[in-house]
């Protein structure tokens, strides 16, 4: 069964940091275009950071600019997103996505054509 999990949320307090993690299970990230996107109680869902299928290519929104690093360790089969400076704001159900054309963050962060989906982690910044 093919399938993402991300771990490594939880409540943190303003200023501080978490490293999100998306595992993949049944299939090989590598190659993969991963985007993670988050969602607030009552708003949409929104891009916060993806990484191109050969890991040449990365885009962040610009509320994280400065904040948040994706990589990725294809050994591990895995993405990460650190982020450092968390704010009240960041409070959200972090997703992360694959997309086996590997092309999906070249032009943005849009939702659309990433193919697989985790159940999502709660990150929650707050004093």
């Known amino acids: 069964q093919l399938q993402l999990v991300e771990s490594g949320g939880g409540l943190v307090q303003p200023g501080g940091s978490l490293r999100l993690s998306c595992a993949a299970s049944g299939f090989t990230l590598e190659n993969y275009a991963v985007g993670w996107f988050r969602q607030a109680p009552g708003k949409e869902r929104e891009g916060v950071s993806c990484?191109?299928?050969?890991?040449?290519?990365?885009n962040y929104a610009g509320s994280v600019t400065g904040r948040f690093t994706i990589s990725r360790d294809n050994a591990k089969n895995t993405v990460y997103l650190q982020m450092n400076g968390l704010k009240p704001e960041d409070t959200a159900v972090y997703y992360c996505?694959?997309?086996?054309?590997?092309?999906?963050?070249?032009?943005?962060?849009?939702?659309?054509?990433?193919?697989?989906w985790g159940q999502g982690i709660q990150v929650t910044v707050s004093s």
């Open positions: 996505a694959a997309d086996p054309t590997g092309y999906m963050c070249y032009n943005g962060l849009g939702q659309l054509g990433y193919d697989y």
């Open positions: 990484i191109s299928g050969s890991g040449g290519t990365t």
